[in-house]
């Protein structure tokens, strides 16, 4: 019906026009918003996809071209020794099918130019009449390859390519796309935009109307029209709700107990979140310390390169043991997080058998001493002369014992005291480690075996770990039957940590096996397969060191054909490679007739059961975990070693 004289103008909402400009301008900041937002995003993506081109672009190009120029060096090696400059020049000319590829060069072993080929398009080029230095040079829009000819391992002659490097026509055409993208995205954002933000804004805006009106009125019965089942639609339920509540008083316990109730939900919500959280903690720590693993082993391998010369003066021999020291400390504190991250979840398995405790505290001391030495503190033992022994794990023992002599050492200020002592009693065997440190406040006894726990958090202490060393050697105790406990009459006054472990049921003592006989070490022909560059050179020259015949490739498929063609007598492989993983790389390996009886050796930062049971399944006869002790690798080498059982 027509709106009666004097009465305010309404849009189809049923609101004023005096509240037009409002809508209009929350509309008009809703477009801003969305506009800006898509900009900002599609800005970000346009520049991380850019430089992900570029640098996808040039690594292609200069692959593509390394690639050429292996292909003409493999051509005209056999050419190169016969002094045939006809067919080097008959492969250079071949070059005219790749016509980025403007001059191709050929040079003898002692670097006089041999043969040489140049595009028409650039005939002016100068050939260099001596072989440059090996490499790839980029210079403005061209690139130059440099790569030596080599035969059974000897230099033979260099080969040389210069092709365009057209990265500015490139960038362009990027630009010129990404903009046409962008410009047709915020097109459509606009017209969407345009589109749903009155499903959003009118009932907003309805909902403010209403709100106005019952305020003014004190009218509760008004309600807002509900037009939609999202997130507006709720709100202008929640606003309803609202009015519900203060119209009818009489409802308000009814409406308290449905709260109480659906906090009761969220806190079972949270609880469940706590537990999910602790099961992603879990898979990170052991993610975590696979991909710490990687870059620690070629840094191994590198220290052991470097301890292994012969030239080393005593400040770099103190350097390198210095390095292996940390290196070490940093695999300890990566196995001391898997172990945990093991123990928690039911996966340590113990290798119980007859332990002499006194040797395992000696071996013990051993791993603690660089770090009691590097503190100058005074360690002092009080144990028995004579073995004494208790079933047990004695690696697992040992890491307990060391875990609590470096704590010791660590929250005890230099020049101090730490004192080892094994008292032998008829039912159980009670090792205490004392000493004069920092001590432990009452108040935090009770929580100094829980995860991440520090009991010194100021600054001025460095080297304080990750506050998992404690936890782990109780949950260890704990598996042998036994307990942990700690004694400290407060900060300041030092501390005692009481290892309480039970003797059982002993079995018989087995006869030690004889020393094996010192054999020569053999010459082995040795693939390595890994896509870890650093790792893999390392690795060869540690093998080759050693008088191994060693090959390096860096994915699953190279080492198929490699191993094809050399038929090594060792293989290491990893187990994360591009292409094909070592898994099934072991596989065929072990179904081809040539590599079938193989030594293959798996070399990977995964260490777990399941990863060991894994490499069993594929046929591996090994399984070592990076970083990589060199004295397995000798034992490996030195004789054919059994498959994994």
């Known amino acids: 019906m027509p709106p009666t004289e004097g009465a305010v103008p309404q849009d189809r909402w049923g609101l004023p026009m005096p509240m037009i400009s409002a809508r209009t301008s929350l509309r008009r900041k809703m477009m801003v918003v969305v506009l800006a937002t898509t900009c900002v995003a599609l800005l970000l993506s346009a520049t991380a996809l850019l430089v992900y081109e570029l640098r996808s672009y040039q690594k292609n ?109 490139r960038l362009a055409d990027y630009l010129l796309i990404l903009a046409g993208v962008m410009a047709t995205s915020l097109l459509v954002a606009a017209l969407v935009s345009r589109r749903l933000q009155r499903s959003v804004t009118g009932p907003v805006l309805h909902v403010a109307q209403i709100a106005q009106d019952v305020f003014s009125s004190r009218d509760y019965s008004l309600r807002a029209q509900k037009t939609s089942d999202d997130e507006v639609g709720t709100l202008v339920q929640a606003f309803n709700n609202m009015l519900d509540e203060v119209a009818k008083r009489t409802e308000a316990l009814e409406q308290s107990n449905n709260h109480l109730s659906a906090e009761m939900a969220q806190r079972r919500k949270a ?129 307990v014992f060391a875990n609590l002599l470096n704590n010791a050492a660590k929250y005890t200020d230099d020049h101090g005291r730490i004192h080892l002592k094994m008292d032998d009693e008829p039912e159980r065997l009670m090792v205490r480690v004392i000493d004069s440190g920092l001590g432990i406040a009452p108040e935090q006894q009770a929580q100094i075996f829980d995860m991440f726990m520090q009991v010194d958090q100021t600054l001025e202490r460095g080297n304080k770990g990750l506050g998992v060393g404690l936890t782990l050697a109780r949950q260890l105790v704990e598996l042998h039957g036994g307990s942990l406990t700690v004694k400290s009459e407060g900060l300041g006054k030092g501390s005692e940590f009481i290892v309480c472990i039970p003797k059982g049921h002993l079995p ?95 070399i990977t930062g995964w260490g777990q059961e399941k990863d060991r049971a894994r490499a069993r399944e594929a046929g591996f006869d090994q399984h070592l975990v990076k970083p990589v002790n060199v004295d397995d690798l000798v034992e490996i080498l030195r004789t054919r070693q059994p498959a994994m059982t």
């Open 271 to 399: 609880e469940d979140a706590l537990r999910a959280a602790a099961r992603t903690k879990d898979q990170f720590l052991a993610t975590l310390a696979h991909e710490l693993r990687n870059p620690l082993a070629p840094i191994t391998n590198a220290v052991e390169i470097l301890r292994r010369a012969s030239d080393a003066n005593p400040s770099q021999q103190r350097a390198l043991q210095i390095m292996s020291r940390q290196v070490q400390q940093m695999v300890r504190l990566i196995d001391d997080l898997l172990d945990v991250s093991r123990i928690t979840t039911g996966k340590v398995l113990l290798d119980m058998s007859r332990v002499d405790v006194v040797a395992v505290l000696h071996s013990a001391v051993e791993i603690a001493q660089p770090g009691i030495e590097a503190h100058h503190h005074v360690l002092t033992l009080e144990v028995p002369a004579g073995p004494i022994f208790v079933q047990g794990d004695a690696t697992r023992l040992a890491q």
């Open 508 to 602: 018989a003592e087995l006869p030690a096996p004889p020393p094996p006989l010192a054999a020569p070490m053999p010459r082995r022909r040795v693939l390595i397969a890994d896509d870890n560059v650093d790792f893999a050179n390392s690795l060869w020259s540690i093998l080759e060191s050693l008088g191994q015949e060693v090959t390096v490739v860096h994915d699953g498929f190279a080492a198929l054909e490699a191993a094809g063609r050399l038929m090594p007598d060792h293989i290491f492989l990893d187990i994360g490679m591009p292409g094909m993983n070592g898994y099934d790389v072991a596989q065929r390996l072990r179904r081809q007739p040539a590599t079938c009886d193989a030594v293959i050796v798996a």
């Open 61 to 169: 190009w200069l692959d593509d071209l390394s690639t050429q120029a292996r292909i003409v060096a493999n051509a005209s090696a056999p050419a190169l020794n016969f002094d045939d400059q006809k067919t080097v020049s008959e492969n250079l000319s071949l070059l005219r099918l790749r016509p980025q590829i403007t001059l191709g060069a050929v040079y003898r072993n002692d670097g006089r130019l041999f043969a040489n080929y140049v595009h028409p398009s650039a005939a002016e080029a100068a050939v260099p009449v001596l072989a440059p230095k090996p490499g790839i040079v980029i210079d403005n829009d061209r690139v130059d390859v440099v790569q030596h000819i080599l035969e059974n391992g000897r230099l033979v002659g260099t080969v040389y390519l210069r092709s365009r490097y057209d990265i500015l026509g």
